[in-house]
């Protein structure tokens, strides 16, 4: 897929003559953010980040979405942070959607431009800065990792989309198909952030009802997304939020591909 592309959120107040009806919503079962949403004036900064400001999409909430945050960053040039991350329970992903990123890991340091992944256990040691000198944007999942005994956690890594063969569901022709970077049966790793791709035409064919907590960010097209009891129009940009156990389907009409960015928590057992 070397014809990818990446939306990312442009900032910026509409004019005072802007109709003020949009498609956001928050209910019970889940939440739509439209790209129209993500505005200067939503934005947040954060301790020991430098030149760098933050759309917070998610964060866990009793009765909702309870498992993990995202984040989208925007980092000016010469813009990071030597302390990233306060907290040593959290895991992250990094995923690049515009410029490009230094992160070092260590002693070692990995240049992650556009499509660009890294995947950071807790108590890593890691640092991030913008060289470029445009701005850079990427998000950042996080999560509590959820240790086990007798089972070390993952290891840190870094790659690209572009490296990774996306895998076509079973009988779908690749029509609809999952960019995995992380293998499935792997238990080392207690959350999956993959890359969902759809052709026109290609439709999620039941209603999922399940566990896992989702958060989706729509990189590249649009489609009609049944949420619960409503069908909602989704694009590039749009953020869709949804607790356990969410009906959703879905059905990418085209006219081009209809891709997003998926967040869910795997293979633990349910806390008591």
């Not at 004019?15 to 498609?23: E, G, V």
């Not at 850079?136 to 999560?143: D, G, Q, S």
Request: hydrophobic share 40%; net charge negative; charged share 20%.
């Amino acid at each position: 897929m070397n014809d990818v592309s990446y939306y990312s959120p442009e900032g910026g107040l509409p004019p005072q003559t802007q109709l003020l009806t949009d498609r956001a919503v928050f209910t019970d079962a889940y939440a739509v953010i439209p790209k129209g949403c993500m505005r200067d004036i939503v934005t947040s900064l954060l301790p020991h980040w430098v030149n760098t400001r933050v759309w917070v999409i998610a964060r866990p909430m009793t009765g909702f979405a309870e498992t993990f945050s995202h984040y989208i960053m925007e980092v000016a040039p010469n813009g990071g942070s030597e302390r990233p991350e306060p907290d040593p329970r959290a895991e992250g992903v990094l995923f690049v959607t515009e410029g490009q990123v230094a992160l070092a890991i260590g002693d070692e340091v990995h240049q992650l431009e556009e499509g660009g992944y890294a995947y950071l256990p807790p108590e890593c040691g890691w640092t991030l800065s913008n060289p470029g000198a445009e701005r850079a944007v990427f998000h950042w999942i996080r999560k509590a990792y959820q240790s086990v005994e007798g089972i070390a956690p993952p290891e840190p890594f870094v790659t690209n989309e572009k490296e990774v063969s996306p895998t076509p569901m079973p009988d779908t022709d690749g029509r609809w198909a999952t960019t995995r970077f992380v293998d499935p049966g792997d238990l080392r790793h207690d959350m999956h952030v993959t890359i969902v791709n759809f052709e026109p035409g290609g439709v999620i064919p039941f209603m999922e009802t399940h566990v896992m907590e989702h958060g989706l960010y729509v990189l590249e097209g649009k489609a009609a997304y049944k949420l619960n009891q409503d069908w909602v129009e989704v694009e590039a940009g749009d953020y869709m939020w949804l607790r356990a156990f969410c009906p959703q389907a879905c059905y990418a009409g085209g006219p081009g591909r209809f891709r997003y960015l998926l967040y869910k928590d795997v293979n633990r057992h349910m806390v008591l």
